[in-house]
Protein backbone atom coordinates (compact mmCIF):
# COMPACT_ATOMS: atom_id res chain seq x y z
CA UNK A 1 0.00 0.00 0.00
CA UNK A 2 1.27 3.46 -0.43
CA UNK A 3 2.57 5.60 1.95
CA UNK A 4 3.02 9.45 2.25
CA UNK A 5 5.99 11.17 2.48
CA UNK A 6 7.17 14.88 2.62
CA UNK A 7 10.39 15.72 -0.58
CA UNK A 8 12.04 18.62 1.79
CA UNK A 9 13.97 20.68 -0.61
CA UNK A 10 16.82 22.61 1.34
CA UNK A 11 18.81 25.15 -0.84
CA UNK A 12 22.00 27.29 -0.28
CA UNK A 13 20.96 30.94 -1.74
CA UNK A 14 24.85 31.75 -2.59
CA UNK A 15 25.09 28.85 -4.63
CA UNK A 16 21.89 29.65 -6.29
CA UNK A 17 22.91 33.24 -6.78
CA UNK A 18 26.18 32.13 -8.48
CA UNK A 19 24.67 29.97 -10.79
CA UNK A 20 24.31 30.95 -14.80
CA UNK A 21 21.14 31.63 -16.25
CA UNK A 22 20.85 29.17 -18.06
CA UNK A 23 21.98 26.53 -15.64
CA UNK A 24 19.56 28.07 -13.25
CA UNK A 25 16.59 27.51 -15.52
CA UNK A 26 17.67 23.55 -16.47
CA UNK A 27 17.40 22.81 -13.12
CA UNK A 28 13.80 24.02 -12.62
CA UNK A 29 13.02 22.25 -16.09
CA UNK A 30 13.88 19.52 -13.95
CA UNK A 31 11.59 20.76 -11.06
CA UNK A 32 8.80 21.30 -13.47
CA UNK A 33 9.35 18.15 -15.31
CA UNK A 34 9.01 16.13 -11.82
CA UNK A 35 5.80 18.21 -10.85
CA UNK A 36 4.33 16.74 -13.66
CA UNK A 37 5.36 13.71 -13.83
CA UNK A 38 4.14 13.03 -10.04
CA UNK A 39 1.10 15.09 -11.14
CA UNK A 40 0.16 12.56 -14.21
CA UNK A 41 1.39 9.09 -12.35
CA UNK A 42 -1.20 10.29 -9.19
CA UNK A 43 1.30 10.55 -6.86
CA UNK A 44 1.40 14.26 -6.14
CA UNK A 45 -0.38 15.29 -3.27
CA UNK A 46 0.76 19.00 -2.65
CA UNK A 47 4.06 21.32 -4.01
CA UNK A 48 4.82 24.28 -2.04
CA UNK A 49 7.70 26.63 -2.75
CA UNK A 50 8.54 28.80 0.21
CA UNK A 51 9.38 32.64 0.23
CA UNK A 52 12.80 33.95 0.56
CA UNK A 53 14.05 32.99 3.83
CA UNK A 54 14.96 36.91 4.30
CA UNK A 55 11.26 36.80 5.50
CA UNK A 56 10.75 34.18 8.16
CA UNK A 57 10.04 35.01 11.44
CA UNK A 58 10.91 32.47 14.35
CA UNK A 59 8.79 32.00 17.08
CA UNK A 60 9.40 30.57 20.66
CA UNK A 61 8.11 30.93 24.26
CA UNK A 62 10.43 31.10 26.75
CA UNK A 63 9.90 31.70 29.98
CA UNK A 64 6.26 32.68 29.61
CA UNK A 65 7.27 35.19 26.70
CA UNK A 66 6.77 35.13 23.43
CA UNK A 67 9.76 35.92 21.96
CA UNK A 68 9.73 36.99 17.57
CA UNK A 69 13.04 37.09 15.94
CA UNK A 70 13.25 37.80 12.32
CA UNK A 71 15.40 35.59 9.69
CA UNK A 72 15.56 31.70 9.90
CA UNK A 73 16.16 29.29 13.31
CA UNK A 74 20.04 28.29 13.33
CA UNK A 75 22.56 29.66 11.05
CA UNK A 76 22.24 26.90 8.41
CA UNK A 77 23.57 28.29 5.29
CA UNK A 78 20.93 25.84 3.62
CA UNK A 79 17.48 26.61 4.28
CA UNK A 80 13.82 24.77 3.38
CA UNK A 81 12.97 25.79 0.34
CA UNK A 82 10.37 23.95 -1.54
CA UNK A 83 8.18 21.25 0.27
CA UNK A 84 6.30 18.17 -2.15
CA UNK A 85 4.11 15.79 -0.17
CA UNK A 86 3.71 12.86 -2.33
CA UNK A 87 2.33 8.92 -1.52
CA UNK A 88 4.06 6.42 -3.14
CA UNK A 89 4.80 2.52 -2.96
CA UNK A 90 8.70 2.42 -1.77
CA UNK A 91 11.13 4.64 0.17
CA UNK A 92 12.95 3.47 -3.24
CA UNK A 93 10.54 5.21 -4.68
CA UNK A 94 10.34 8.22 -2.81
CA UNK A 95 14.17 8.55 -3.22
CA UNK A 96 13.47 8.25 -7.20
CA UNK A 97 11.34 11.23 -6.86
CA UNK A 98 13.75 13.63 -4.63
CA UNK A 99 16.70 12.74 -6.60
CA UNK A 100 16.70 14.48 -10.01
CA UNK A 101 16.34 17.76 -7.41
CA UNK A 102 19.33 17.42 -5.43
CA UNK A 103 22.31 18.16 -7.97
CA UNK A 104 22.43 21.69 -6.07
CA UNK A 105 19.78 21.34 -3.15
CA UNK A 106 19.89 18.62 -0.29
CA UNK A 107 16.73 16.59 -0.09
CA UNK A 108 15.35 15.03 2.71
CA UNK A 109 12.63 12.81 2.22
CA UNK A 110 10.76 12.01 5.54
CA UNK A 111 7.71 9.72 6.18
CA UNK A 112 4.14 10.75 7.47
CA UNK A 113 2.69 9.59 10.94
CA UNK A 114 -0.67 8.81 10.11
CA UNK A 115 -3.64 8.23 12.68
CA UNK A 116 -3.69 4.89 11.63
CA UNK A 117 -3.17 1.79 14.03
CA UNK A 118 -3.86 -1.63 15.05
CA UNK A 119 -4.69 -2.55 19.08
CA UNK A 120 -1.68 -4.80 20.39
CA UNK B 1 -37.92 14.42 -1.13
CA UNK B 2 -36.74 11.07 -0.26
CA UNK B 3 -33.91 11.03 2.28
CA UNK B 4 -30.56 10.12 1.02
CA UNK B 5 -29.57 7.20 2.54
CA UNK B 6 -31.82 4.53 0.83
CA UNK B 7 -30.55 6.67 -2.51
CA UNK B 8 -27.35 6.35 -1.97
CA UNK B 9 -27.27 2.48 -0.98
CA UNK B 10 -29.37 2.22 -4.04
CA UNK B 11 -27.02 3.33 -6.68
CA UNK B 12 -24.62 1.33 -5.04
CA UNK B 13 -26.07 -1.90 -5.71
CA UNK B 14 -27.06 -0.53 -9.38
CA UNK B 15 -23.32 0.58 -10.15
CA UNK B 16 -21.75 -2.61 -11.11
CA UNK B 17 -25.39 -3.41 -13.02
CA UNK B 18 -25.30 -0.69 -15.35
CA UNK B 19 -21.53 -0.52 -15.60
CA UNK B 20 -21.75 -4.24 -16.83
CA UNK B 21 -24.76 -3.51 -18.89
CA UNK B 22 -23.21 -0.59 -21.19
CA UNK B 23 -19.48 -2.64 -21.47
CA UNK B 24 -20.93 -5.54 -22.60
CA UNK B 25 -23.13 -3.69 -24.73
CA UNK B 26 -19.90 -1.13 -25.94
CA UNK B 27 -16.62 -2.55 -24.80
CA UNK B 28 -15.14 0.73 -24.14
CA UNK B 29 -14.72 -0.16 -20.49
CA UNK B 30 -13.05 3.39 -19.78
CA UNK B 31 -15.31 5.59 -21.29
CA UNK B 32 -18.41 3.60 -19.70
CA UNK B 33 -17.06 3.78 -16.79
CA UNK B 34 -16.61 7.56 -16.83
CA UNK B 35 -20.28 7.67 -17.94
CA UNK B 36 -21.67 5.64 -15.25
CA UNK B 37 -20.28 7.18 -12.54
CA UNK B 38 -21.47 10.93 -13.94
CA UNK B 39 -25.15 9.30 -14.05
CA UNK B 40 -24.81 8.28 -10.36
CA UNK B 41 -23.73 12.10 -9.55
CA UNK B 42 -26.89 13.13 -11.78
CA UNK B 43 -29.01 10.45 -9.81
CA UNK B 44 -27.66 11.57 -6.37
CA UNK B 45 -28.47 15.14 -7.30
CA UNK B 46 -31.94 14.65 -8.46
CA UNK B 47 -33.20 12.00 -7.12
CA UNK B 48 -33.61 13.41 -3.33
CA UNK B 49 -35.93 16.25 -5.17
CA UNK B 50 -37.54 14.53 -8.04
CA UNK B 51 -37.82 11.13 -6.33
CA UNK B 52 -36.40 7.93 -7.48
CA UNK B 53 -37.48 6.90 -10.83
CA UNK B 54 -39.85 4.26 -11.29
CA UNK B 55 -36.87 2.02 -13.49
CA UNK B 56 -34.05 3.43 -11.44
CA UNK B 57 -31.63 0.94 -13.60
CA UNK B 58 -33.26 2.10 -16.74
CA UNK B 59 -32.81 5.72 -15.99
CA UNK B 60 -29.18 5.42 -15.15
CA UNK B 61 -28.39 3.51 -18.36
CA UNK B 62 -30.12 6.09 -20.77
CA UNK B 63 -28.23 8.76 -18.65
CA UNK B 64 -24.74 6.74 -18.99
CA UNK B 65 -25.98 5.79 -22.51
CA UNK B 66 -26.44 9.69 -23.84
CA UNK B 67 -23.00 11.05 -21.85
CA UNK B 68 -20.95 7.83 -23.23
CA UNK B 69 -22.68 8.86 -26.46
CA UNK B 70 -21.37 12.68 -26.17
CA UNK B 71 -18.24 11.78 -25.14
CA UNK B 72 -17.36 9.43 -28.31
CA UNK B 73 -18.72 11.72 -30.38
CA UNK B 74 -16.51 14.34 -29.08
CA UNK B 75 -13.73 11.64 -29.43
CA UNK B 76 -14.56 11.18 -33.04
CA UNK B 77 -14.70 14.45 -33.67
CA UNK B 78 -11.06 15.24 -32.35
CA UNK B 79 -9.64 12.21 -34.42
CA UNK B 80 -11.21 13.49 -37.40
CA UNK B 81 -9.45 16.90 -37.02
CA UNK B 82 -6.24 14.94 -36.48
CA UNK B 83 -6.55 12.79 -39.29
CA UNK B 84 -9.35 13.38 -41.81
CA UNK B 85 -7.86 11.44 -44.15
CA UNK B 86 -8.72 8.08 -41.58
CA UNK B 87 -12.38 7.00 -42.32
CA UNK B 88 -14.05 5.94 -39.12
CA UNK B 89 -16.86 3.18 -38.78
CA UNK B 90 -20.45 5.03 -38.11
CA UNK B 91 -21.22 5.45 -34.43
CA UNK B 92 -23.97 3.73 -32.69
CA UNK B 93 -26.63 6.02 -31.13
CA UNK B 94 -26.54 4.52 -27.64
CA UNK B 95 -29.00 7.23 -26.98
CA UNK B 96 -32.47 5.16 -26.89
CA UNK B 97 -31.07 1.96 -24.73
CA UNK B 98 -31.91 -1.03 -25.97
CA UNK B 99 -34.14 -3.71 -24.61
CA UNK B 100 -31.32 -6.50 -24.16
CA UNK B 101 -29.52 -3.46 -22.11
CA UNK B 102 -32.28 -2.93 -19.82
CA UNK B 103 -32.55 -6.37 -18.23
CA UNK B 104 -29.95 -7.51 -15.65
CA UNK B 105 -27.31 -10.57 -17.35
CA UNK B 106 -27.85 -13.88 -16.49
CA UNK B 107 -24.34 -13.92 -15.86
CA UNK B 108 -23.44 -11.40 -13.07
CA UNK B 109 -21.48 -8.51 -14.37
CA UNK B 110 -20.47 -8.05 -10.84
CA UNK B 111 -17.90 -10.90 -10.55
CA UNK B 112 -16.60 -9.79 -14.46
CA UNK B 113 -15.94 -6.42 -13.35
CA UNK B 114 -14.40 -6.93 -9.69
CA UNK B 115 -11.65 -9.59 -12.12
CA UNK B 116 -11.11 -6.50 -14.03
CA UNK B 117 -10.67 -4.03 -11.66
CA UNK B 118 -8.40 -6.28 -9.49
CA UNK B 119 -6.34 -6.68 -12.93
CA UNK B 120 -2.99 -7.83 -11.78
CA UNK B 121 -1.28 -5.36 -14.27
CA UNK B 122 -2.41 -2.43 -11.37
CA UNK B 123 -0.96 -1.89 -8.64
CA UNK B 124 -2.85 -2.39 -5.08
CA UNK B 125 -3.84 1.08 -4.65
CA UNK B 126 -5.13 1.76 -7.99
CA UNK B 127 -7.22 -1.67 -7.78
CA UNK B 128 -8.46 -0.31 -4.37
CA UNK B 129 -9.53 2.82 -6.03
CA UNK B 130 -11.12 1.83 -8.86
CA UNK B 131 -12.66 -1.19 -7.33
CA UNK B 132 -14.18 1.31 -5.23
CA UNK B 133 -15.47 3.55 -7.92
CA UNK B 134 -16.73 1.06 -11.00
CA UNK B 135 -18.25 -1.60 -8.47
CA UNK B 136 -18.56 0.18 -5.22
CA UNK B 137 -20.06 3.05 -6.99
CA UNK B 138 -18.29 5.65 -4.44
CA UNK B 139 -17.47 9.08 -5.71
CA UNK B 140 -13.93 9.58 -6.67
CA UNK B 141 -14.35 12.69 -3.79
CA UNK B 142 -15.38 10.17 -1.42
CA UNK B 143 -12.70 7.79 -2.42
CA UNK B 144 -10.07 10.34 -1.95
CA UNK B 145 -11.46 11.91 1.22
CA UNK B 146 -11.23 7.53 2.56
CA UNK B 147 -7.81 7.81 1.51
CA UNK B 148 -6.89 10.98 2.20
CA UNK B 149 -5.45 12.52 -0.88
CA UNK B 150 -6.78 15.21 -2.63
CA UNK B 151 -9.36 14.58 -5.62
CA UNK B 152 -7.17 15.53 -8.04
CA UNK B 153 -4.77 12.84 -7.25
CA UNK B 154 -7.20 10.19 -6.82
CA UNK B 155 -8.76 10.73 -10.49
CA UNK B 156 -5.85 11.07 -11.74
CA UNK B 157 -4.59 7.42 -10.19
CA UNK B 158 -8.37 6.18 -11.33
CA UNK B 159 -7.86 7.17 -14.88
CA UNK B 160 -4.19 5.94 -15.16
CA UNK B 161 -5.56 2.46 -13.41
CA UNK B 162 -8.43 2.48 -16.93
CA UNK B 163 -5.17 3.32 -19.22
CA UNK B 164 -3.11 0.42 -17.64
CA UNK B 165 -6.02 -1.91 -18.30
CA UNK B 166 -6.38 -0.96 -21.87
CA UNK B 167 -2.73 -1.18 -22.39
CA UNK B 168 -2.67 -4.98 -20.58
CA UNK B 169 -5.31 -5.63 -23.34
CA UNK B 170 -8.20 -6.83 -21.23
CA UNK B 171 -11.53 -7.95 -22.00
CA UNK B 172 -14.43 -7.43 -20.10
CA UNK B 173 -15.01 -11.27 -19.85
CA UNK B 174 -14.18 -13.79 -17.13
CA UNK B 175 -10.49 -15.00 -16.85
CA UNK B 176 -9.95 -18.19 -18.33
CA UNK B 177 -10.48 -21.25 -16.32
CA UNK B 178 -6.90 -21.43 -15.35
CA UNK B 179 -6.26 -18.29 -14.48
CA UNK B 180 -9.34 -17.71 -12.09
CA UNK B 181 -7.90 -19.36 -9.04
CA UNK B 182 -5.32 -16.43 -9.16
CA UNK B 183 -7.17 -13.88 -10.59
CA UNK B 184 -9.89 -14.49 -7.05
CA UNK B 185 -7.05 -14.73 -5.02
CA UNK B 186 -6.00 -10.68 -6.11
CA UNK B 187 -9.89 -10.08 -5.71
CA UNK B 188 -9.78 -11.47 -2.38
CA UNK B 189 -6.71 -9.14 -1.18
CA UNK B 190 -8.16 -6.15 -2.38
CA UNK B 191 -11.24 -6.24 -0.22
CA UNK B 192 -8.74 -7.42 2.57
CA UNK B 193 -6.65 -4.40 2.04
CA UNK B 194 -9.83 -2.09 1.56
CA UNK B 195 -11.35 -4.03 4.96
CA UNK B 196 -7.84 -3.30 6.52
CA UNK B 197 -7.80 0.37 5.40
CA UNK B 198 -11.13 1.18 7.36
CA UNK B 199 -10.51 -0.97 10.38
CA UNK B 200 -7.30 0.56 11.50
CA UNK B 201 -8.54 4.07 11.49
CA UNK B 202 -8.68 5.26 14.89
CA UNK B 203 -12.11 6.91 16.20
CA UNK B 204 -10.88 9.85 14.54
CA UNK B 205 -12.85 12.83 12.77
CA UNK B 206 -12.48 11.05 9.22
CA UNK B 207 -15.67 9.17 9.14
CA UNK B 208 -15.45 8.32 5.51
CA UNK B 209 -12.41 5.97 5.84
CA UNK B 210 -13.88 3.81 8.94
CA UNK B 211 -17.19 3.49 6.41
CA UNK B 212 -14.43 1.21 3.95
CA UNK B 213 -15.23 -1.06 6.43
CA UNK B 214 -19.12 -1.82 5.17
CA UNK B 215 -17.82 -1.17 2.07
CA UNK B 216 -15.51 -4.40 1.65
CA UNK B 217 -18.11 -6.11 3.94
CA UNK B 218 -20.64 -5.23 1.90
CA UNK B 219 -18.27 -6.28 -1.30
CA UNK B 220 -17.71 -9.42 0.11
CA UNK B 221 -21.40 -10.24 0.58
CA UNK B 222 -22.08 -9.59 -3.00
CA UNK B 223 -19.17 -12.10 -3.77
CA UNK B 224 -20.18 -14.37 -1.55
CA UNK B 225 -23.34 -14.77 -3.44
CA UNK B 226 -21.69 -15.34 -6.90
CA UNK B 227 -19.42 -17.92 -5.71
CA UNK B 228 -21.30 -19.56 -2.88
CA UNK B 229 -18.97 -22.63 -2.86
CA UNK B 230 -15.74 -21.18 -2.26
CA UNK B 231 -14.64 -21.40 1.14
CA UNK B 232 -12.14 -18.40 0.88
CA UNK B 233 -14.73 -16.05 -0.13
CA UNK B 234 -16.80 -17.41 2.83
CA UNK B 235 -13.94 -17.57 5.12
CA UNK B 236 -13.04 -13.81 4.09
CA UNK B 237 -16.33 -12.85 4.89
CA UNK B 238 -16.58 -14.21 7.80
CA UNK B 239 -13.24 -12.60 9.11
CA UNK B 240 -14.46 -8.80 7.91
CA UNK B 241 -17.61 -9.47 10.19
CA UNK B 242 -15.57 -11.13 13.27
CA UNK B 243 -12.76 -8.63 13.15
CA UNK B 244 -15.16 -5.69 12.66
CA UNK B 245 -17.52 -6.74 15.77
CA UNK B 246 -15.09 -5.72 18.05
CA UNK B 247 -14.60 -2.17 16.29
CA UNK B 248 -16.10 -0.26 19.26
CA UNK B 249 -14.06 -1.39 21.66
CA UNK B 250 -10.61 -1.26 20.01
CA UNK B 251 -10.38 2.59 20.93
CA UNK B 252 -10.96 4.82 22.74
CA UNK B 253 -13.30 8.77 22.15
CA UNK B 254 -9.83 9.99 21.60
CA UNK B 255 -8.47 7.40 19.28
CA UNK B 256 -6.21 5.59 21.41
CA UNK B 257 -5.88 2.34 21.35
CA UNK B 258 -7.06 -0.29 23.75
CA UNK B 259 -5.83 -3.95 22.87
CA UNK B 260 -7.98 -7.28 23.24
CA UNK B 261 -7.06 -8.09 26.76
CA UNK B 262 -8.54 -4.93 28.02
CA UNK B 263 -11.33 -4.30 25.23
CA UNK B 264 -15.02 -4.43 26.97
CA UNK B 265 -16.64 -7.23 25.39
CA UNK B 266 -20.04 -5.66 26.38
CA UNK B 267 -19.58 -3.59 23.67
CA UNK B 268 -18.24 -5.96 20.91
CA UNK B 269 -21.57 -6.28 18.16
CA UNK B 270 -23.20 -9.67 18.86
CA UNK B 271 -24.69 -9.75 16.02
CA UNK B 272 -21.89 -9.34 13.42
CA UNK B 273 -20.12 -12.13 15.84
CA UNK B 274 -22.84 -14.72 15.33
CA UNK B 275 -23.40 -13.86 11.70
CA UNK B 276 -19.35 -14.26 11.61
CA UNK B 277 -19.43 -17.90 13.71
CA UNK B 278 -21.76 -19.46 11.44
CA UNK B 279 -20.37 -18.77 8.36
CA UNK B 280 -16.74 -20.45 9.43
CA UNK B 281 -18.44 -23.12 11.00
CA UNK B 282 -20.24 -23.92 7.82
CA UNK B 283 -17.21 -23.74 5.96
CA UNK B 284 -14.85 -24.93 7.89
CA UNK B 285 -16.88 -28.26 7.99
CA UNK B 286 -17.38 -28.17 3.93
CA UNK B 287 -14.42 -26.43 1.81
CA UNK B 288 -10.60 -27.06 1.27
CA UNK B 289 -8.86 -25.22 4.17
CA UNK B 290 -7.46 -21.72 3.32
CA UNK B 291 -5.76 -19.07 5.06
CA UNK B 292 -8.75 -16.37 5.61
CA UNK B 293 -11.03 -18.99 7.02
CA UNK B 294 -8.22 -19.93 9.69
CA UNK B 295 -7.93 -16.69 10.07
CA UNK B 296 -11.51 -15.99 10.55
CA UNK B 297 -11.83 -19.40 13.25
CA UNK B 298 -8.97 -17.81 15.42
CA UNK B 299 -11.46 -14.27 15.10
CA UNK B 300 -14.21 -16.66 16.05
CA UNK B 301 -12.06 -18.31 19.20
CA UNK B 302 -11.32 -14.60 20.78
CA UNK B 303 -14.85 -13.31 19.84
CA UNK B 304 -16.56 -15.88 21.47
CA UNK B 305 -14.63 -15.97 25.00
CA UNK B 306 -17.13 -13.74 27.94
CA UNK B 307 -14.07 -12.57 29.35
CA UNK B 308 -10.03 -12.42 27.93
CA UNK B 309 -9.21 -14.88 30.53
CA UNK B 310 -11.73 -17.23 29.16
CA UNK B 311 -10.15 -17.38 26.00
CA UNK B 312 -8.92 -21.22 24.55
CA UNK B 313 -5.80 -20.35 23.55
CA UNK B 314 -4.68 -24.54 23.10
CA UNK B 315 -7.04 -24.07 20.68
CA UNK B 316 -5.82 -20.74 19.01
CA UNK B 317 -2.34 -22.41 19.12
CA UNK B 318 -3.51 -25.29 17.16
CA UNK B 319 -5.36 -22.84 14.47
CA UNK B 320 -2.21 -20.96 14.07
CA UNK B 321 0.12 -24.61 13.69
CA UNK B 322 -2.08 -25.09 10.62
CA UNK B 323 -1.82 -21.44 9.38
CA UNK B 324 1.66 -21.29 9.51
CA UNK B 325 1.82 -24.38 7.41
CA UNK B 326 -0.50 -23.53 4.68
CA UNK B 327 0.57 -20.13 4.24
CA UNK B 328 3.78 -19.50 6.34
CA UNK B 329 4.44 -15.51 6.88
CA UNK B 330 6.50 -13.79 9.59
CA UNK B 331 3.22 -11.88 10.54
CA UNK B 332 1.66 -15.08 10.72
CA UNK B 333 4.87 -16.37 13.63
CA UNK B 334 4.50 -13.10 15.56
CA UNK B 335 1.21 -13.90 16.21
CA UNK B 336 1.22 -17.62 16.75
CA UNK B 337 4.69 -16.41 19.37
CA UNK B 338 1.90 -14.65 21.44
CA UNK B 339 -0.59 -17.59 21.61
CA UNK B 340 1.91 -19.81 22.85
CA UNK B 341 3.16 -17.62 25.70
CA UNK B 342 -0.09 -17.73 26.63
CA UNK B 343 -0.13 -21.20 26.66
CA UNK B 344 4.04 -22.64 27.56
CA UNK B 345 4.59 -19.31 29.32
CA UNK B 346 6.79 -16.38 27.59
CA UNK B 347 10.02 -18.28 26.91
CA UNK B 348 8.47 -20.55 24.57
CA UNK B 349 6.86 -17.49 23.02
CA UNK B 350 10.45 -15.70 22.75
CA UNK B 351 12.34 -18.66 21.51
CA UNK B 352 9.64 -18.52 18.52
CA UNK B 353 10.20 -15.08 18.16
CA UNK B 354 14.11 -15.49 17.43
CA UNK B 355 13.29 -17.31 14.98
CA UNK B 356 12.07 -14.31 13.36
CA UNK B 357 15.59 -12.21 13.38
CA UNK B 358 16.91 -13.61 11.07
CA UNK B 359 14.02 -13.00 8.60
CA UNK B 360 14.91 -10.05 6.06
CA UNK B 361 10.88 -9.21 6.06
CA UNK B 362 11.03 -8.73 9.57
CA UNK B 363 14.72 -7.04 10.28
CA UNK B 364 13.61 -4.03 12.67
CA UNK B 365 9.92 -3.98 12.00
CA UNK B 366 8.17 -2.54 14.94
CA UNK B 367 5.58 -5.46 15.44
CA UNK B 368 8.32 -7.66 16.40
CA UNK B 369 9.86 -5.16 19.14
CA UNK B 370 6.27 -4.98 20.06
CA UNK B 371 5.44 -8.49 20.51
CA UNK B 372 8.68 -9.20 22.02
CA UNK B 373 8.14 -6.22 24.67
CA UNK B 374 5.34 -7.66 25.72
CA UNK B 375 6.61 -11.35 26.34
CA UNK B 376 9.39 -9.58 28.01
CA UNK B 377 7.11 -8.00 30.34
CA UNK B 378 5.26 -10.95 31.00
CA UNK B 379 8.26 -12.92 31.69
CA UNK B 380 9.17 -9.96 34.23
CA UNK B 381 12.08 -8.70 32.67
CA UNK B 382 11.03 -4.96 33.00
CA UNK B 383 14.37 -3.31 31.66
CA UNK B 384 14.44 -5.43 28.39
CA UNK B 385 10.41 -4.94 28.17
CA UNK B 386 11.04 -0.81 28.28
CA UNK B 387 14.03 -1.06 25.93
CA UNK B 388 11.95 -3.14 23.04
CA UNK B 389 8.96 -1.19 23.85
CA UNK B 390 10.70 2.65 23.09
CA UNK B 391 12.09 0.89 20.08
CA UNK B 392 8.84 -0.55 18.69
CA UNK B 393 7.75 3.30 19.13
CA UNK B 394 10.73 4.89 17.20
CA UNK B 395 9.56 2.33 14.30
CA UNK B 396 5.66 2.66 13.96
CA UNK B 397 4.69 5.57 11.18
CA UNK B 398 1.17 5.32 13.47
CA UNK B 399 0.82 7.79 15.82
CA UNK B 400 -1.87 6.00 18.25
CA UNK B 401 0.24 2.85 18.21
CA UNK B 402 3.41 5.54 19.16
CA UNK B 403 1.61 6.61 21.91
CA UNK B 404 0.42 3.16 23.28
CA UNK B 405 4.15 1.43 22.55
CA UNK B 406 5.34 5.07 25.08
CA UNK B 407 2.38 4.14 27.46
CA UNK B 408 3.35 0.76 28.37
CA UNK B 409 7.31 1.53 28.30
CA UNK B 410 6.61 4.65 31.01
CA UNK B 411 3.90 2.37 32.92
CA UNK B 412 7.08 0.06 32.78
CA UNK B 413 9.28 3.00 34.59
CA UNK B 414 5.97 3.51 37.45
CA UNK B 415 5.15 6.59 35.16
CA UNK B 416 8.46 8.49 35.91
CA UNK B 417 9.85 8.39 32.24
CA UNK B 418 13.40 8.37 33.16
CA UNK B 419 15.17 6.66 31.14
Not at chain 2, 27 to 51: I, K, N, T
Not at chain 2, 116 to 130: D, G
Not at chain 2, 223 to 232: A, C, I, N, T, V
Not at chain 2, 320 to 347: C, D, F, K, S, W
Amino acid sequence: MPVKYVVLIYSNQATWEALPGAERDRVLGIHNRMIKELTESGELLRVDGLAHPSSTKTVRIRDGATVVTDGPFGEAKEQLAGVWAVECDSIERAIEIGAPVAEYDTVEIRQLMDLSGLEM
Amino acid sequence: VTSPQPIEDLLHELAPQVLGALTRRNGRFDACEDAVQEALLAAAVQWPDQGIPENPRGWLITVAGRRLTDELRAETARRRREDTATSLAPLEDLRAPAADLDQPSDQDDTLTLLFLCCHPALSPASQIALTLRAVGGLTTIQIATAFLVPEATMAQRISRAKQSIRTAGAKFSLPPENERAERLRVVLHVLYLIFNEGYTATSGPNLQRTELTGEAIRLARDLRRLLPDDGEVAGLLALMLLTDARRPARSRPDGSLVPLAEQDRGRWHAESIREGVAIVTETLSRSRLGPYQLQAAIAAVHDEAARAEDTDWPQIVALYEMLARIAPNPMVTLNQAVAVAMVHGPQAGLDLLATLDADERMAGHHRLHAVRAHLQEMAGDVAAARASYRTAARGTTSLPEQRYLEGRAARLTGGSDSA
